[in-house]
């Protein structure tokens, strides 16, 4: 039994609250467990200086915690992110750019931000898992408006970590698990159940292929319900 009761293979309670703020194309808080991150997306007109002249786009993400996000104040990153936040930034872009075609897209670039209210583990899963939600009511604006002409979402993403704990396999480490887990990972998951990208680390100690194997169905059956409840925001 986990510290919060839950079963080895459960997610803490997922609740996405759509539209959140009212000045991004796209807004979600997703409520993950303790952990809380605005997710929100935003089309700006032009592309990158590397694609101009090519008709196509970009998707670039932002990440920083709140001061306030953690019991100690975590340092506001006024100038430049710190080295965890650029890591975790580069993450959610890569995951979400999986999600868009380009040339759909057009000489556009959309931005997605996400901030981390409150952290208690999960958080760079829990800004893929919102953001690409707040992508899809982002979309859907910007086609209502006519900003775009086609629909540039050609996969659905999220995400999810998992891990070893106390010699356990287990699904979605809250904090007080990730602290003392012996095994720690974040998958990055399509509708197909590919992978579009696997961060792992024995840092407690070195584990198996067997255990990998574990590891890797608990991830898949987290995102295919957190795949259930983003549907209802696709665009
Ligand atoms: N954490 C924190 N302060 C920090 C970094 C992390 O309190 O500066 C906590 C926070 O609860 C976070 C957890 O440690 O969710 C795990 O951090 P990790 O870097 O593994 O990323 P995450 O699991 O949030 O994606």
């Known amino acids: 039994m986990r510290t919060d009761g839950r079963k080895n ?14 000045t991004a194309g796209g807004s979600v808080l997703i409520n993950w467990g303790g952990t809380r991150v605005l997710c929100t997306a935003l089309l700006e007109e032009g592309t990158m200086p590397f694609l101009e002249g090519t008709g196509k786009g970009w998707l670039t993400a932002e990440y920083a915690m709140l001061p306030s996000s953690t019991g100690a104040r975590k340092k506001r990153e006024t100038s430049k992110p ?7 930034k580069r993450l959610i872009g890569r995951a979400l750019r999986n999600a868009v075609d380009y040339a759909k897209l057009g000489e556009r670039v959309i931005w997605i931000d996400c901030d ?12 893929i898992t919102g953001a690409y939600v707040a992508l899809c009511l982002g979309v859907k604006k910007w086609l209502k408006e006519g900003r775009l002409t086609e629909n540039p979402i050609v996969h659905k993403v999220a995400a999810v970590s998992a891990g070893i ?10 904090y007080k698990e990730d602290s003392k887990a012996d095994v720690d990972m974040n998958f ?16 407690g100690r070195s584990f198996t292929e067997e255990e990998f194997s574990s590891i890797v169905a608990l991830s898949k059956k987290g995102i ?3 795949m259930a409840l983003q549907a209802r925001f696709e665009a």
């Open 82 to 88: 710190d080295g965890r936040s650029t890591e975790i």
């Open 165 to 174: 704990v106390g010699g356990e396999p287990m699904l979605d480490l809250c």
């Open 116 to 127: 981390v209210l409150q952290a208690d583990g999960g958080t760079r899963t829990a800004s």
């Open 9 to 22: 293979d459960e997610l803490r309670s997922v609740e996405i609250v759509p539209d959140f703020t009212k």
């Open 224 to 226: 295919a319900e957190l």
């Open 188 to 203: 990055v998951i399509n509708e197909k159940g590919e992978f579009i990208e696997i961060q792992g680390t024995g840092e």
